[in-house]
Structures are given as structure tokens and as C-alpha cells.
């Protein structure tokens, strides 16, 4: 068996290059980005002021001093006359600060009658005044590849970036497998189960920036399978979910094979996750996961998520790993690393008692998943240990 390492390196080399799409700003949210954004204009383009109030020349701004008000300047109205000494222009935040204004005066500290001013207050030694080009230069650039949060939605529309060039989203089609399984909704006879693994799956891979698609139940009869296979074939990454152990009606592999799948690996020095197998089908990614639903989604953060995220142009690399220390003494592990459903509190990571591959309430439960190497030794509680971040409600 190889380990969660090797088996990433696979899937990465099997991973297709992103293909660059461009859409309208407004569309980009989540999406990864993936040429640099220049900024066609400097912001602010001018030296703006900060503050409402009036605006003096630099070194004049002392208690009791008066002055001509000669004018006004506000956001989108600049004033186009210099302001000399004892002139004062009325200038609000946001107004493009007019020549010979060097210091901008708060109106709280200011007593305006008529046209005069006068400095009532303490002015501080903030001219208030927002330098040209001191949030970002024309040339300066957001580089990629990025995934685009709402902040920078907002960096590129202040660069005037209306159009932005992105990954295209890879079509992800989930295939669950089993004659046990329905429909969410339906009624299951008496010896089936609803299918689960398919929908955790669905929200994992469009929570990534992917698009999935839900495709019908396969039964355990190769025809079915294939026809799944088959309704998947425009597909860039096939998921399939069951069916991948050693149990009589275990199909997947064999008709995967039979339909043309290069297999680059089946098995991993894993838990949960054994029976992993990914190869190439036509022009797909194909990763068939084990049909236990722990297993699944712990499948689904592990391999899954890192390919979508290279194919999207992202860092190929295994899922970000963090460290905390253990709220409670652990046993030995044996020759498979295992993925411990986990909670971490305020630092610490304490393993569920229960760890059983099927149990979809824990997994809810958990934020983390506590790693335990392969042939790792007994731990005691407060010793340092690695976990991956699991996607958490606030
Ligand atoms: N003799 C052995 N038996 C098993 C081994 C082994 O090494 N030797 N490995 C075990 C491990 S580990 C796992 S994991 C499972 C994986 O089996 P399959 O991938 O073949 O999955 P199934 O048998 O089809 O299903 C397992 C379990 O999960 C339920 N399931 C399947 N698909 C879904 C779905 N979409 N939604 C909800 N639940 C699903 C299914 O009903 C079964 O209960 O094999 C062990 N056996
Ligand atoms: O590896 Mo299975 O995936 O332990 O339940």
C-alpha cells in the first residue's frame, strides 16, 4: 500500500492544467484568478482629505489663528484656485486636496462665521491628508494564483479591473454505487439506506469553487455502472463512491478497467480510506472512493480537494495541516496513518472515543481531523500534534 503522500503525488500528476476563462468582475467571487491584475490607475489618484473640515497651509495650523475661507472642495468637486497664506478652502473627506493645502484643520475644531474661520480647538499633528497613490500605484498588481475573497473584489474594482481572467471551474460528476442506496426523500425498502455520501460530497466540491454534478445511483450490475460512467464522460474529475473493497458485488474497479481506466493506484496506507483507487479515464480524473460515508468526505478533504485545488491553478500540495496539542493521552496507531475525527477547542484536539468509519454524527460533530503517523507511539495529553482544519459552522 502506498501512503497519503505518494498517492497525492498521482493524483497530481494526473491533474490537467487549469484553462483560463474571463468573466465580469461581479462573477469572480471564489474563483481563482489566475494572471495577474495590474492596476490601470493609482488610488487615491489624487491627495485626498481624510476629514471634513478646512483646509490651510502646511505649518499654519495653531490655536487661535484665522482665516479667509475662499472656497470649497468636495469629493467629485475639487477646488480648482490655490490656497495661499491666511486663506482657508472648506474641503469635506474625500475632496481632492487643492494646491497650497497642507494641513487639513477638523471642523470640530473650528469656529466659521460668515467667511472667516478660526482654530478653536487643538488641531493634532496629522495633516489628515491621504497621500496620491498610497493605497496602490498604477502598475502595482494582485498577483495569482489567488482565490478571489471579498476584499479583493473590492482591491480590483478600485484598480478599475472590470474583467477577470479565471479558472475555469472543473465539472466534478459523483457517481454514488449500491443497491442498497435511495434518494433523499424517497422510501427506502426494507433493507436500504439513503444514499449520503453524494450530497457531503456535492457541498465539499462546490465549497472548493468546483461544479459537481449529481449523477443517478448505480446499482451493483456493471451494466448500470457503465451507464453512470458514461452520463460522467464530459465530466474532468469522475467520483465514484462504494464499490471499491473486496466484497463480491465491489465492481468499480473491474468496470472502470473494462471501460478504459488507467489505474495509477488502489489502496493506501490510510484510515479511513483504504480502498482508494484513482487513474485515468479518457480525459477524466477518476477517483473512486470507498463507500463508508466517514471515509468518504475524510477522502474528499484529502485527495479530492488538493486535485481541484491544482487544477485550478492553486499550489499542489496536500491539505494545509496546522498543530495543537492533545486534550487527552492516545494509544499506539498501527501501519496506517489515521485521520481521527477530532474537536479542537481554544488550542487543544481531542479524538472522538468513537471512530468508526460509518458514523456521519461524529463527523458533524468534528472540526479537525488528528493525524497519527504510521506506527506512531502512545501520546500523552499536551504533547504537540499535527490535525487538518475541517469546514466548521462559526
Ligand atoms: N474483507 C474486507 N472487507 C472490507 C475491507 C477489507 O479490507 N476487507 N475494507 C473495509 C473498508 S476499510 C471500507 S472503507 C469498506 C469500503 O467498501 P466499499 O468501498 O466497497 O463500499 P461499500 O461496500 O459499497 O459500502 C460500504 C458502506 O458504506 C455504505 N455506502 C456506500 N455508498 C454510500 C453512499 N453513497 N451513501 C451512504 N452510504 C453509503 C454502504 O451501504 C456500506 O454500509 O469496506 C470494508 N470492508
Ligand atoms: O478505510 Mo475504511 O475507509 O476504514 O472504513
Do not use: W
Not at 474571463?22 to 495577474?36: C, E, F, H, N, Y
Not at 480648482?80 to 474641503?91: F, K, L
Amino acid at each position: 500500500m502506498i501512503t497519503v503522500n505518494e498517492a497525492l503525488d498521482h493524483l497530481f500528476a494526473l491533474a490537467p492544467a487549469p484553462v483560463a476563462e474571463t468573466v465580469p468582475l461581479l462573477r469572480s467571487r471564489g474563483r481563482v484568478m489566475v494572471a495577474d491584475a495590474v492596476a490601470n490607475r493609482s488610488q487615491p489618484p489624487f491627495a485626498a482629505s481624510a476629514m471634513d473640515g478646512y483646509g490651510i497651509a502646511a505649518g499654519a495650523a495653531q490655536q487661535g489663528a484665522a482665516f479667509d475661507v475662499i472656497g470649497e472642495a468636495a469629493a467629485g468637486h475639487g477646488f480648482a484656485g490655490t490656497v495661499g497664506p491666511g486663506q482657508a478652502v472648506r474641503i469635506f473627506t474625500g475632496a481632492p486636496v487643492p494646491e497650497g493645502v497642507g494641513h487639513v484643520v477638523l471642523q470640530e475644531d473650528c469656529t466659521a462665521v460668515d467667511s472667516r474661520v478660526s482654530i478653536t480647538g487643538t488641531p493634532g499633528d496629522g495633516t489628515n491628508i491621504r497621500p496620491a497613490g498610497g493605497d496602490f500605484r498604477e502598475g502595482d498588481r494582485l498577483s495569482a494564483p489567488r482565490r478571489l475573497t471579498p476584499a479583493d473584489m473590492a482591491l480590483l474594482a478600485s484598480m478599475n479591473v472590470a474583467e477577470v481572467p479565471v479558472a475555469r471551474r472543473p465539472v466534478v460528476a459523483l457517481i454514488s454505487t449500491g443497491d442498497e442506496l435511495v434518494m433523499p426523500g424517497e422510501t427506502p425498502g426494507p433493507d436500504q439506506i439513503i444514499a449520503s455520501n453524494t450530497f457531503g460530497l456535492h457541498a465539499l466540491v462546490e465549497e472548493a469553487g468546483a461544479e459537481a454534478r449529481l449523477l443517478p445511483i448505480a446499482r451493483d450490475i456493471p451494466a448500470s455502472l457503465r451507464t453512470a460512467l458514461d452520463l460522467a464522460k464530459d465530466a474532468d474529475v469522475i467520483v465514484t463512491i462504494g464499490g471499491a473493497s473486496v466484497g463480491d458485488h465491489d465492481i468499480v474497479a473491474r468496470v472502470a478497467e473494462e471501460v478504459g481506466m488507467e489505474r495509477a493506484f488502489y489502496k493506501i496506507a490510510m484510515r479511513p480510506g483504504k480502498p482508494l483507487m484513482a487513474g485515468r479515464l479518457n480525459d477524466a480524473v477518476m477517483i473512486g472512493l470507498p463507500g463508508n460515508p466517514v471515509s468518504a468526505m475524510v477522502c474528499g478533504h484529502l485527495f479530492l480537494l488538493p486535485v481541484l485545488r491544482a487544477m485550478m491553478g492553486l499550489h499542489a500540495g496536500p491539505a494545509p495541516r496546522a498543530t495543537a496539542q492533545l486534550g487527552a493521552d492516545v494509544d499506539a496507531n498501527g501501519p496506517r496513518e489515521h485521520y481521527m475525527r477530532a474537536r479542537l477547542t481554544d488550542g487543544m484536539i481531542t479524538p472522538f472515543a468513537r471512530q468508526d468509519s460509518s458514523l456521519l454524527s461524529i463527523l458533524s460533530e468534528a472540526n479537525a481531523l488528528l493525524i497519527r503517523p504510521i506506527g506512531d507511539g502512545p501520546r500523552k495529553a499536551g504533547e504537540p500534534v499535527e490535525y487538518v482544519p475541517l469546514f466548521t459552522r462559526s
